[in-house]
């Protein structure tokens, strides 16, 4: 999902699935945003260097990964998740907040925000997480809702990919891309 914040053009996507070859990603991309799923859970470590391999060749100066829920490694061994990512180009987002050119983005992997990072979270202009805001969608897996950042990108749902909600000033937006990519 492209949009334009602060004058830096975004694309956000998650839940590809082992799929991001049938990806488009506009080549005015500034920052590149993938929110999790991009492997299935087999733990595999060619299809993580395949999808790491994919998204360093892809358009954007900024690449940003957010481990989802089907990324087994980080919950099973983080420090091998980490090292997979370590001199890729590719900034893991794992409870990490970042500046790029005046934009800044709070990168939430878990469902809560850690206690000492709250304020951090609440001052950035775009959240990403894994997991939809509370309340926002029936899932038991949800992130916490902040109400300051501008956008919050999400995914793990799939039957709501691509839907935004307005929340006061807040756009919530499912950038999951699965439906789209299984069935063209």
Known sequence: MQFRYKGINLFAFRDTHGLHNALHIPADTDILICAGDAVEDNLDPADYRAFI?????????LKVF???NHELMFDIAPLWGKLLFENTGIT?????????????????????????????AQQADILVSHY???YLLGDDLQSEPLSHP????????HADEGKRWKNGKQVRWNVSVYERLLNP
């Open 53 to 61: 391999d994919w998204f360093r060749q892809q358009p954007g100066e």
């Open 66 to 68: 957010v481990p989802g």
């Open 132 to 134: 939809p805001p509370e």
């Open 150 to 157: 501008a956008y919050h990108l999400f995914g793990h749902e």
């Open 92 to 120: 893991l987002g794992y409870n990490t907040q970042l500046t790029y050119k005046g934009l800044s983005l709070y990168l939430l992997a878990t469902p809560a925000v850690p206690m000492n990072d709250v304020e951090q």
